[in-house]
């Protein structure tokens, strides 16, 4: 997800100062909220799933992706800038198609699901859309400073 919103930032002209940092502290809440959140949702709706596997999925899909963008980072930039912006040029076109890519897979192989239960996808956007809420009003608020 953090990789698709910097393609789509780039892909509308966007900010690129707001979006790393409403990125950036999109993962931080995610770090510390995304367990007790689901936690919290699957318990309302009676679906058990073990504090173990809610933790190593923040570390599997947050910490170590962010982890080892900052050292790939470190080490391109400890080439030099030219290097570093250089492999992102590389790459901008294989993220645009990786991002394509995830998006016809997601409903490639959920496109059923989706139809066969609106009403149930409908309640999974709420809180999505409440945290996106949340987080683009708190990264608009802290870079107004």
Same mark, same amino acid.
């Given at each position: 997800?953090?990789?698709?919103?910097?393609? &789509?930032?780039?892909?509308?002209?966007?900010?690129?100062?707001?979006?790393?940092?409403?990125?950036?502290?999109?993962?931080?809440?995610?770090?510390?909220?995304?367990?007790?959140?689901?936690?919290?949702?699957?318990?309302?709706?009676?679906?058990?799933?073990? &504090?173990?596997?809610?933790?190593?999925?923040?570390?599997?899909?947050?910490?170590?992706?962010?982890?080892?963008?900052?050292?790939?980072?470190?080490? $391109?930039?400890?080439?030099?800038?030219?290097?570093?912006?250089?492999?992102?040029?590389?790459?901008?076109? &294989?993220?645009?198609?990786?991002?394509? $890519?995830?998006?016809?897979?997601?409903?490639?192989? *959920?496109?059923?699901?989706?139809?066969? *239960?609106?009403?149930?996808?409908?309640?999974?956007?709420?809180?999505?859309?409440? *945290?996106?809420?949340?987080?683009?009003?708190?990264?608009?608020?802290?870079?107004?400073?």
């Amino acid at each position: 997800c953090t990789a698709m919103v910097f393609v &789509w930032s780039r892909l509308s002209n966007g900010d690129a100062y707001f979006t790393l940092s409403q990125v950036a502290l999109n993962d931080v809440i995610m770090i510390f909220a995304f367990a007790p959140v689901v936690g919290l949702l699957l318990g309302i709706s009676s679906i058990t799933v073990p &504090w173990a596997t809610l933790f190593t999925s923040v570390v599997l899909y947050i910490v170590i992706p962010v982890i080892l963008a900052q050292i790939i980072r470190k080490a $391109l930039l400890a080439r030099s800038q030219r290097v570093f912006d250089s492999a992102m040029a590389k790459i901008q076109p &294989w993220s645009v198609a990786a991002l394509l $890519l995830t998006l016809v897979l997601l409903f490639a192989f *959920q496109g059923n699901a989706i139809l066969a *239960q609106p009403l149930i996808i409908a309640l999974l956007a709420v809180p999505i859309l409440i *945290q996106v809420f949340f987080n683009s009003s708190l990264a608009y608020l802290l870079n107004r400073a």
